[in-house]
């Protein structure tokens, strides 16, 4: 069978749990536990370790989805999940503008760990205050257009919008690929 290992990453309720929960063909394997930091402003659980869960494609091919906790402090996870994956998928939440230096912390941390295939998957655009695309793919250090990944705008709870995501990061990771 081959798998692909792709990780959900983001800050603290940029969609990363929800994601893997609206695709997942298994019951997802969650760590959440008692938001009991700062986070708890944003949501009452949150995950401490990791989500797994599974999407099969073909008969001999699933795609593995890993998400990774949001809080720096559990940055030690990021690094696991991250070494294995094949391709990953940023996600940030564009109405939290105080959220995009974190964002941008993960995003050289996973880089500085894997060169793999990069999507950023902007959530909650249909809020109040969400910044344009352009804007935060410059607040993320995107300014020159030609090294920068694939943008989507998606739901994070509705299956075919993360169905649309995936499709638009396959497509990238093919173009891509080093295996």
Known sequence: MEIMR?????????GKSTFIRSV????????DRLATDESAEIKKRTTV?????????????????Y?????????????????????YILLVDAHRPSDFRLARKL?????QRAKIPLLVGLTHMDC?????EENVAIALGFVD???RPPFVTLNANQKDSVVKALIVLIQHFMQNSVV
């Open 145 to 147: 257009e030609k090294s």
């Open 6 to 14: 792709l990780v959900v990453t983001g800050t603290v309720g940029a």
């Open 67 to 87: 998400g990774t906790p949001g809080q720096a402090r559990f940055d030690f996870m990021w690094d696991i999940l991250i070494r294995k994956a094949h391709a």
């Open 24 to 31: 997942s063909e298994i019951a997802v394997v969650d760590t």
């Open 49 to 65: 370790a990791m989500d797994f869960g599974r999407l099969q494609f073909a008969p001999g091919m699933a795609l593995h989805l």
């Open 128 to 132: 109040e205050g969400a910044w344009s």
């Open 107 to 111: 995003l050289a941390f996973m880089n």
